[in-house]
């Protein structure tokens, strides 16, 4: 009994990572500004991997050069004990994106989201979103 084709019976090996299969490039470019939220700088201690993955697939993608480190001031329930010290904090995280010139701010946490769209007109959206978008045209 046999389980498995034979190795000449592949046509091509599968692509093992987004990039390489495929790229973002021809759709109209968009510039995103992303903000790397506490959960992963932190937490996770997880860097860079969003940003890189984005520009990989031709995404213009951008981070903040001034205080990319710092809390938009969602922090979990910060934003509700403390609504002035996190408006201050978001309105200093916005104007530091907004020096970017994007179209959409992009984020990986729903607080972050949320919280930075309540005091921008630019839209605010999970970087899942935009990838969706754009390999859905």
């Not at 109209?28 to 932190?42: D, I, K, S, Y």
């Not at 001031?73 to 002035?84: I, K």
């Not at 984020?107 to 970087?127: D, E, F, K, M, Y």
Request: net charge neutral; with cysteine; hydrophobic share 40%.
């Amino acid at each position: 009994m046999r389980f498995t084709r034979p190795a000449g019976d592949r046509a091509a090996p599968p692509p093992r990572s987004p990039a390489e299969r495929g790229r973002a490039d021809s759709f109209a470019p968009t510039r995103l500004a992303f903000h790397p939220p506490c959960t992963l700088q932190h937490g996770q201690r997880v860097r860079g991997v969003v940003e890189t993955s984005l520009a990989a697939l031709g995404f213009d993608v951008s981070v903040a050069t001034n205080e990319a480190h710092l809390c938009c001031g969602s922090a979990g329930t910060y934003s509700v004990l403390q609504p002035e010290l996190a408006n201050a904090l978001r309105d200093r995280k916005i104007a530091h994106l907004d020096a970017l010139e994007p179209a959409t701010i992009v984020s990986a946490n729903i607080g972050c989201i949320q919280h930075l769209q309540s005091g921008t007109t630019t839209p605010v959206r999970h970087w899942i979103e935009v990838l969706d978008d754009a390999l859905a045209r």
